[in-house]
């Protein structure tokens, strides 16, 4: 009955979510978001500045908090969606969708560099749908992780196999131990934080939430400077990209780069 609970919940919670626009695709227009219109054929104008990558950014378990509306208007000049998910989801299907939606966008604008920049717990999402993607042969999609507990929070033992819990809620508050490997034409980079300012990386027991042994197979783990903040992560990260001193983490040869 627990199960069936949470299953109905989640898929009432979804449905809301979807309703209210906390769900789902949107672009930026002006520093605000519309739907993207994915659920129609067809690709999204790109007004931005075509010489820069189209930016995706993807929100921690608690939507789009400060940091995000710090991080937004510093890319106005640039073409930037949002992907929106909620907790009370399956893991699986939201890595789904932020891949299926990276798909399309890569193949209405193959030329273009893709960069997804995953905050917190998005950056769990993320790196799960990275094996999702699927690029053309000319693509080029960056991710990157921001500030996310890529090991869990919680010591609660996740499945074995690792397969998904019954919400994505539960599998951010479980020990995750493996990510699968990223598919072709996509580079991983994971942008750690550190347990000295960011207090969602502070050790529970032998769990650590940031450590260097979890993520996507082969993906680099590159240490921010200490004195960032949980979300202040994020926006010095979108501050480093704008004025292009982020720009060596966009080549796949990119393996590390000391601040």
Not at 109 to 114: H, I, K, N, T, V
């Amino acid at each position: 009955m627990v199960g069936l609970s949470l299953v109905i919940s989640g898929c009432f919670t979804r449905s809301i979510a979807d309703h209210v626009g906390r769900r789902g695709w949107f672009q930026a227009n002006e520093e605000r978001f519309r739907s993207a219109g994915f659920d129609y054929p067809g690709c999204p104008l790109l007004p931005g500045d075509s010489t820069k990558p189209v930016v995706v950014l993807v929100h921690g378990i608690g939507g789009e908090g400060p940091e995000m509306a710090a991080s937004v208007p510093l890319l106005r000049e640039w073409d930037v969606f949002m992907f929106r998910w909620v907790p009370y989801e399956d893991r699986d299907e939201a890595a789904q969708r932020l891949a299926d939606g990276v798909t399309r966008l890569s193949a209405c604008a193959p030329e273009r560099q893709l960069l997804v920049l995953a905050h917190s717990a998005g950056g769990v999402v993320a790196s799960h749908a990275a094996s999702r993607v699927k690029l053309s042969p000319e693509a080029k999609l960056d991710v990157w992780t921001v500030a996310s507990p890529l090991a869990g929070t919680v010591r609660r033992a996740g499945n074995a196999d690792g397969r998904a819990e019954a919400v994505l809620m539960l599998d951010l508050g479980s020990r995750i131990s493996r990510y699968p490997i990223a598919a072709r034409g996509v580079s991983v980079k994971h942008l750690r934080t550190s347990a000295a300012a960011d207090d969602i990386m502070q050790p529970t027991g032998d769990l650590v939430p940031n450590d260097v042994k979890v993520g996507v197979p082969g993906a680099p783990q590159l240490d921010l400077p200490d004195n960032l903040t949980h979300g202040g992560a994020l926006v010095w990260v979108v501050g480093q990209l704008v004025r292009g001193d982020a720009e060596v983490w966009l080549t796949p040869a990119a393996q590390s780069k000391a601040f």
